[in-house]
């Protein structure tokens, strides 16, 4: 792993727009859902970086800006130094397309269920024009699938989706990012929909793959100890925002902000004579509502540590290194808390 | 795992998903029958020129030569099973043999008998010599009746340099001969004779007033001579014009109606699959292109498919035929104008469906255009509900080319049961009580429309509740 940031997202913002009352169109008014709101990381090259947080936090609707499968409303995202929300032309935006891929949550939906795994494979050669050669589409796909440990990869070419297990359909999910040797893969909850017992399996096998291509890992996910196996730094998000960022170990062992406290706190452990235990979780209430969110620090409903700054100040608290360690915490109270 | 077990290597999802589809069709029985139904419609497609003894009657239906030997108006043959008196049918005698005697260098005596079993009640309507010749010659027909007597109907002589047809009815050129054969037996002031009526009549005092038929073998003797010695003739043949005719009886234009059912069930097939082939394909492209692209697009689509949607067609299909000359082609191209309408709002919510599905995102997320997304992905979902809504859109397709073509307004170089329907109103047919010139053409577009209705619906219960995606 090097120092060079092959990806840097600044100050990202995605607002969706709520339907409004004729009466508010004529006032005006207008609604959002502030799914991302000002969200800024670099992921270095090599790395595997997590976002991490609840659902609807954001997370997802992160990677989708980064894939562009979304417009962002604000903010930019710099890919090899090249601002991906500028790119206008579409020769640009496939090239874009070609180094940043994109592994779904499930994979039982993410594959055309009329392609074979040959036609999966083969749809990204076809649509960037690599080759046009049957053969040598065919070598690319059975490395691919090689990568993967799909083997012999003779075997799974002509099947179709359904007669494969969902760690089978991963792995081909995961090769279908691969025939384009991409830089920068973005895996949204990629096991979260996978059996436990073959998650690990998958998750090492991407880590495999990983090392052995130098390649860099965009992983989202709401599963603490799955990200603090796979990944070298972690993000949590609350409310489209980041209020913690630092390595992954600093994250689970040192965590700073109440949220990511409370986050670590919910893990079930199981472990004998425990597991009738429920725990005391640091945290209070029900997540906000993203197109009402609270004053302030947006954490503060639900933070046991609130005092008048957190819901009086005008803005959230801005990420702000802990102790020059490259542990970023949103917090106005950190130093107090702990 | 079942998942492991190696594949075999010819098993298509798509022949999978046909045998599933069959063995889900046969349970329904309405589709059977449909099936069935199509089947034969093929086979007589097919087989047409097997089942009409007419065989051009496709291309000239309208040439009034082409059916000049038939009777006008007469019934269909099998009417003698359920009525006392026995009508004659119509009867083509062509397998006659001359036998040649050179008389001269020039001249050439060609003799043939034709012997006709008259078993019937009512005699034919007209008796037709006919043949087609070159150069020139003197024909002589002379009838042997059953009883003896011996009547010489025809005298005359033809001459041509090149090809051309010789018709001679006996009806009105054996008159004379006729009519003095009869008034030794009856003194009768009636001046005008019905030849045949005469001619197959038995020979006393009531032959014209009351003629009883004389049933027995009649033997006409046909005597050719050639004048020339480059004189040929060919295809000779005797029609007796019967007062029952063929399958279907005649209409009348003297056409036969079989003949033209038969011939217009390759019209109603075709104008029915090709029309409906054609206005699903552009239906599902545009209600998937509107649901795929969606906001101000999918909103000015929507627009355009209302305003198609709401213009009645027979109207408008009847404006148009009357401005444009009327042909097969411009009727469907018509037809398809308004008939891509229907398969889109459905087709419209279910690509909604499919848009949201994972595989069209990883497929955009891969940069895959529009068009791939749409061909590839979309569209090949919905080809199973593209092919039931083909099957109930195709009995619509044919009543309106019948609508239209009862107006008039259809192709005037095919015949349609459409425009035998239209021949028949205009004929009077149902005031004059000529039910086989009606009946027949009505059912058959009601059966051919049953047919693809029966298909349309048991594919809609197999395939629609569904949206088949894995």
Redo the contacts between chains.
């Keep these: 792993m090097n120092d060079e940031i092959i990806l840097s997202v600044k100050n990202l913002k995605k607002w969706f727009p709520l339907r409004r009352s004729i009466a508010e169109v004529f006032k005006g008014k207008r609604k959002w859902v502030k799914a991302v709101d000002g969200i800024s990381f670099d992921i270095k090259k090599g790395e595997i970086f997590a976002l991490i947080g609840e659902s609807g936090c954001g997370k997802t609707t992160t990677g989708r800006l980064i894939?562009k499968?979304e417009e962002l409303t604000a903010g930019q995202i710099i890919f090899k130094g090249v601002d991906i929300s500028s790119l206008s032309s579409a020769k640009d935006?496939?090239k874009y397309?070609?180094d940043v891929?994109?592994v779904?949550?499930?994979p039982?939906?993410?594959?055309?269920?009329?392609?074979?795994v040959r036609d999966v494979l083969y749809?990204?050669l076809i649509?960037?024009e690599k080759t046009k050669n049957h053969a040598e589409m065919e070598q690319l796909a059975v490395k691919a699938l090689e990568e993967v440990k799909l083997t012999p990869p003779d075997?799974f070419l002509?099947?179709?989706?359904?007669?494969?297990?969902g760690g089978?359909r991963q792995r081909v999910?995961t090769a279908?990012t691969l025939v384009l040797s991409p830089d920068l893969i973005i895996a949204d909850e990629p096991v979260s929909m996978i059996d436990l017992s073959t998650r690990a399996e998958i998750l090492h096998m991407m880590k495999e793959v990983q090392e052995r291509l130098n390649l860099t890992y965009l992983y989202i996910t709401h599963d603490l100890s799955t990200a603090r196996y796979f990944c070298d730094r972690i993000a949590v998000m609350y409310l489209g925002r980041i209020v913690e960022l630092g390595t992954s170990d600093e994250i689970i062992e040192n965590p700073l902000h109440p949220y990511t406290k409370a986050l670590i706190a919910a893990v079930p452990e199981p472990i004998a004579g425990k597991e009738n235990i429920i725990k005391d979780i640091p945290i209070k209430g029900e997540i906000p509502s993203a197109s009402n969110i609270p004053q302030g620090c947006r954490f503060h409903t639900r933070c046991l540590y609130a005092k008048p700054i957190c819901y009086e100040s005008d803005n959230d608290p801005e990420l702000e290194e802990n102790s020059n360690d490259g542990h970023y915490v949103a917090c106005y109270l950190h130093k107090e808390i702990n | 795992?079942s998942?492991e077990k190696?594949?075999k290597?010819s098993s298509s999802?798509l022949k999978m998903q046909l045998v599933d589809f069959w063995n889900e069709f046969k349970q329904i029985k309405f589709g059977i029958i449909g099936i069935i139904f199509l089947v034969i419609a093929i086979l007589v497609t097919i087989f047409e020129s097997f089942l009409i003894p007419f065989p051009e009657a496709s291309t000239r239906w309208r040439d009034i030569t082409y059916w000049e030997d038939n009777p006008r108006n007469a019934p269909p043959a099998w009417i003698n099973w359920f009525s006392k008196k026995d009508y004659t049918p119509t009867t083509y005698i062509d397998d006659i043999n001359f036998e040649e005697n050179i008389m001269s260098p020039t001249m050439t005596l060609m003799t043939s008998v034709i012997e006709y079993d008259y078993r019937y009640d009512v005699p034919p309507i007209d008796l037709i010599y006919r043949g087609r010749y070159k150069g020139s010659f003197t024909l002589n027909i002379v009838l042997e009746r059953p009883d003896g007597n011996v009547l010489n109907l025809v005298n005359k002589n033809f001459s041509s340099p090149s090809w051309k047809d010789f018709r001679v009815a006996i009806g009105t050129e054996a008159k004379n001969p006729v009519q003095s054969f009869a008034k030794k037996y009856q003194n009768s002031s009636v001046q005008s004779v019905k030849v045949n009526n005469v001619l197959f009549a038995q020979a006393n005092e009531t032959i014209l007033s009351n003629p009883q038929p004389l049933k027995g073998t009649y033997k006409f003797k046909v005597n050719i001579i050639k004048t020339s010695a480059d004189t040929i003739i060919e295809e000779p043949k005797l029609v007796l014009s019967g007062a029952v005719s063929g399958i279907l009886g005649t209409d009348n234009a003297k056409r036969d109606i079989w003949s033209g059912l038969i011939a217009g069930t390759k019209w109603a097939l075709f104008i029915g699959l090709l029309t409906s082939a054609i206005s699903v394909t552009v239906g599902v492209i545009y209600g998937v292109v509107s649901a795929y692209y969606g906001g101000i697009v999918d909103s000015v689509m929507q627009r355009i498919w209302e305003i198609f949607a709401n213009i009645p067609l027979l109207p408008v299909l009847i404006v148009l035929a009357a401005i444009f000359k009327p042909s097969i082609w411009s009727l469907i191209i018509m037809m398809c104008l308004f008939f891509w309408v229907g398969p889109v709002k459905t087709v419209r919510s279910m690509a909604l469906q499919i848009k949201e599905?994972?595989?069209v995102?990883?497929?955009?997320?891969?940069?895959?255009?529009h068009a791939?997304i749409i061909f590839?992905?979309m569209v090949?979902?919905l080809i199973p509900y593209s092919f039931a809504s083909m099957a109930l859109n195709v009995p619509s397709a044919i009543l309106y080319e019948a609508s239209v073509s009862l107006l008039g307004l259809g192709d005037a170089t095919i015949v349609t049961w459409g425009q035998i329907l239209h021949d028949a109103m205009n004929g009077g047919a149902v005031t004059n009580g000529l039910w086989w010139w009606v009946v027949p053409p009505g059912i058959a577009i009601a059966l051919i429309g049953m047919t693809f209705a029966f298909i349309g619906f048991a594919m809609d219960t197999i395939l629609n509740p569904k949206l088949r995606?894995?």
């Design positions: 894939m499968l935006i496939k397309k070609e891929q994109m779904f949550q499930d039982y939906a993410s594959m055309n269920p009329r392609f074979r749809e990204p649509i960037h075997e002509d099947r179709f989706p359904h007669m494969l297990s089978q999910a279908r | 795992m998942a190696k594949p290597k999802r599905e994972t595989y995102e990883a497929a955009k997320a891969l940069g895959a255009s791939r590839k992905h090949p979902i995606t894995r």
